[in-house]
């Protein structure tokens, strides 16, 4: 089982910057596809991006392709979400995600946090 806990969320104006980071406990951090979600306010929650085991094979829904940036440190159990030119429609609380597997961590990961709240003002 793992554990995660988001940070880096806030208040940011239109075009600026955020650094998302997600915290995994245990030590089979390595084991697991990490993913990205969020959920708008009166929306379903949807997929943001999504990560390999070893960090080769990622993934970007097609709203944030050359916007936003997933990456992970495997020796420090954390995956991070960069994300630039943010529009107020990126507005929405951002959930990490884990599964066994990258296709399943796309689609119906086993482990969610507990989500951050993004704010993008226009």
């Known amino acids: 089982q793992v554990q995660l806990v988001e940070s880096g969320g806030g208040l940011v104006q239109a075009g600026g910057s955020l650094r998302l980071s997600c915290a995994a406990s245990g030590r089979t951090f390595s084991s697991y596809a990490m993913g990205w979600f969020r959920q708008a306010p009166g929306k379903e929650r949807e997929f943001v991006a999504a990560?390999?085991?070893?960090?080769?094979?990622?993934y970007y829904a097609d709203s944030v392709k050359g916007r936003f940036t997933i990456s992970r440190d495997n020796a420090k159990n954390t995956v991070y979400l960069q994300m630039n030119s943010l529009k107020p429609e990126d507005t929405a609380v951002y959930y990490c995600a884990a599964s066994r597997t990258t296709v399943v961590v796309t689609t119906t990961p086993e482990y969610w946090g507990q989500g951050t709240q993004v704010t993008v003002s226009s």
């Open positions: 990560t390999s085991r070893g960090g080769g094979t990622i």
